[in-house]
């Protein structure tokens, strides 16, 4: 996923990069989904967009299980057919539970493409020490 600078340059064009999970001040993700015509020349939109990620977190967790009758002696209580009486007993047990954690992130929301910019002209060379001393010396090559 790249991610750009929302200022952009003097020229038009945005710095960008690959995000890897640390996004600095005045930056912003872009949409893996978002198209880009003449990137990174254009005039960005970005808004803090809420994302959800999965937490996992330790919960109390009241549950319920079937469990023999016992009588003041201590010995279970059986049926008329012989089979222990059940009653159900709740307790509390702590389980890892996975939770959606919100967070934000910088995202481009909006891009308006620039024309790209002519490219500057190629200065002339530097006249080589030879060029400079025939040039003093009037011969032309």
Do not use: C
Not at 1 to 23: D, S, V
Not at 31 to 46: K, Q, S, Y
């Amino acid at each position: 996923m790249k991610m750009l600078e929302i200022a952009a340059l003097e020229n038009g064009a945005h710095r960008n990069q690959t995000f890897h999970g640390t996004l600095p001040d005045g930056w912003a993700v872009v949409p893996e989904d978002m198209e880009l015509e003449n990137f990174p020349f254009g005039e960005v939109t970005a808004e803090e967009v809420t994302h959800y990620r999965d937490k996992q977190v330790l919960r109390d967790v009241t549950k319920t299980r079937d469990i023999p009758v016992v009588d003041e002696d201590g010995n279970h209580v059986l049926d008329e057919d012989g089979n222990p009486v059940m009653t159900t007993e709740e307790y509390t047990e702590q389980e890892w539970v996975t939770e959606q954690e919100p967070y934000g992130v910088m995202t481009v929301t909006g891009w308006e493409p620039l024309p790209m910019p002519e490219p500057a002209p190629k200065p002339e060379p530097e006249p080589s020490a030879n060029d400079v001393l025939n040039a003093l010396l009037g011969v032309s090559v």
